[in-house]
Nanobody, 122 residues
Framework: QLVESGGGLVQAGDSLRLSCTAPPRTLGWYTMGWFRQVPGREREFVAAIARSGHTAYKVDSEKGRFTISKDNARNTVHLQIKSLKPEDTAVYYC?????????????????WGQGTQVTVSS
């Protein structure tokens, strides 16, 4: 079971670190991804990290504001978000996918957390 935490209400320009706690040994095998979703819109890929530590980010140059990392010893994946914007407001989900599957495709992921709400005020 994946459990996200760290969301909340923040001001534009602030930074936030989301965390996802996974069962033991999950991070050593699965690709871990972060997605976000706004009501009425499809779930959107944000970032992923493979068991090797290789990272991938949403294509439109969001890499500078988003940083994904993991701590295998603590079974935790983090998503650091800098310079938050109101359009970052969404429910952020952590998910696990089989290694080698397309990291940016939500259908690759078969285990999802319950999500954590991030609200950015202007």
């Amino acid at each position: 079971q994946l459990v996200e935490s760290g969301g909340g209400l923040v001001q534009a320009g602030d930074s936030l670190r989301l965390s996802c706690t996974a069962p033991p040994r999950t991070l050593g095998w699965y690709t871990m991804g972060w997605f976000r979703q706004v009501p009425g819109r499809e779930r959107e890929f944000v970032a992923a990290i493979a068991r090797s530590g290789h990272t991938a980010y949403k294509v439109d140059s969001e890499k500078g504001r988003f940083t994904i990392s993991k701590d295998n010893a603590r079974n935790t994946v983090h998503l650091q978000i800098k310079s938050l914007k109101p359009e970052d407001t969404a429910v952020y989900y952590c998910a696990a996918a089989q290694p080698g599957s397309p990291a940016s495709d939500s259908s690759s992921y078969n285990n999802w957390g319950q999500g954590t709400q991030v609200t950015v005020s202007s």
